[in-house]
DNA sequence: GTCAATATTTGCATGACGTGCAAGCTTTCT
DNA sequence: AGAAAGCTTGCACGTCATGCAAATATTGAC
C-alpha cells in the first residue's frame, strides 16, 4: 500500500477518533465539523471530502456489509440447508463475525456509548440496518425462489434484523464475548421469537 | 374551537400540504423552506414555529402514537389473554386504526408515494417506528411481568414492529383496504415469522 | 533525480437550514 | 374598550454542505 493511501486512511481515522471524542467530551451540538477538522489538522473542506456530513463521521462503517461470499452461499442453499442455521451464518459472517467483533470492539463499544450519549445518531443507525435488510431480504428470495414482489423475504428479513439489532444492542464488547457465543445467542433470539408468534402461546 | 385554534390548523395543513405537493413535483432538493412558506402565505419563520426541519412537514404524525388507553389494556393483559390476539389488537387500534385508514387514506398514501420519491425520508420514518416500538417495548414488559432490563420484551417489540412496518408498507391505501383486513393481514403476516423461526423448518 | 500525470488538499463563495430575540400584530377575556 | 396572552414576523447569527479552481503532494516513467 502506498504512501497516499496510507495517508488518506490515517486522516480518515484521526477525524473519525476526533469527531467520536470531541462528542463524548461535550455533545454533539457542542462540536462543529470545523473544530474536528482542526484538530484532526485538516482543513474543514478536506472533513467534507471524507464524510458527507458530521453523522457520517462517527457512525462509520457499522453495521458493516455482508461479505458478498457468504452472502451468495446464502442465496444459493447453502451451507448447510437448514434455513435458521444458514441464516445465522449469515448474520455472523458479515455482520457479527469473528473478525469484527476482535478487531473492532473498541470501536464498536464507542459507537454504542456514541448512541447511547446522542440520540440523534440513532435514526442514521437504523438507516444502515435498512439498508442492510434490504440487501438480506433480496437473499432470502433469491433461496426461496420468491419473486421480487412477494412480501415474506422482506418480512422475514425485517423480523430477522431486528433480531440482530436487539442482539448487537446487548452485547458489551469486552472481553469476554466472542462468535461462537453470537451464534448461540442468536439462535436463542429466534428460538423465543418463534415462540412468542408460534401459535397458542402466551 | 377557537379561531385563534382553526388558523393554527389551517396554516399548519397548508404547509404540510404545499411541503409535499412542491417535493413530490420537483424533488426534495430542489424545495426550499422559503418556496414553502412563501406558498403558503406565511414567513420563513413561522414555518419553523410548526416544524423544526424540513421533514418534518413531510411526515407528519406518521404512524400515529399508540391510543393510551390500548396500550393500558394490552399491559394489563386484555382484551382477551391470548399474547399475539391482544398485540394485534394494540397494533390496530393505535397504528392501523379503521379510523385512521379511514380519515387519513389520502394521507397515508400521500406519504407513501413520498417515501418513494425521496428515500432520504426513510431514516426519519425508521425513527418514528423506532420510537413506538419502544412504548410497545414497555407494554409488553409491563404485561409479562419483566424486569425493564430483560432483553425478551424489547426482542419481541422489535420483531412486532418490523412486521407491522412491512404490512403498512403493503398497503395500498385504496378504497377496498378496511381494519378488519388489517387483523387477519397482521396475524398472517406474525404466522409466517413464527414458522419461519420454529424449530425445524425450510 | 527530473518531470509530467494524477490525486488530494485547500480557500473562497454561496445557499440553505435552524435558532434566539424583540417588536408588532391578532385573538381572547374581562 | 382595553389589558393580557399568544402568534407572526424580521433580523442577526452560526453552522452545514457543495461547487469550483488554485495550490500542493504523490506516483510512475524515463
Known sequence: MGLRERKKQATRRALEETAARLTLERGLEHV?????????????????NYFTTKEEALLGDVPPTPDEQARRVFAEGGPTGAFVDDLITLLTTSLIS??????????????????????QLVPGMLARFHNVEQEISRAIAQRTGASPEDARPQLVAATAMAVTRQTMKSLHFTEGEDAADMRA?????????????????D
Chains 1, 2 share one sequence.
Open 98 to 119: 469473528p473478525e469484527a467483533l476482535a478487531a473492532h470492539r473498541e470501536a464498536m463499544h464507542l459507537r454504542k456509548r456514541l448512541m447511547e450519549r446522542e440520540p
Open 185 to 201: 445467542v442468536l439462535r436463542d433470539a429466534f428460538r423465543n421469537v418463534g415462540r412468542a408468534y408460534a401459535p397458542s402461546d
Open 32 to 48: 462543529t465539523v470545523e473544530e474536528i477538522a482542526a484538530e484532526a489538522d485538516v482543513s474543514t473542506r478536506t472533513f467534507f
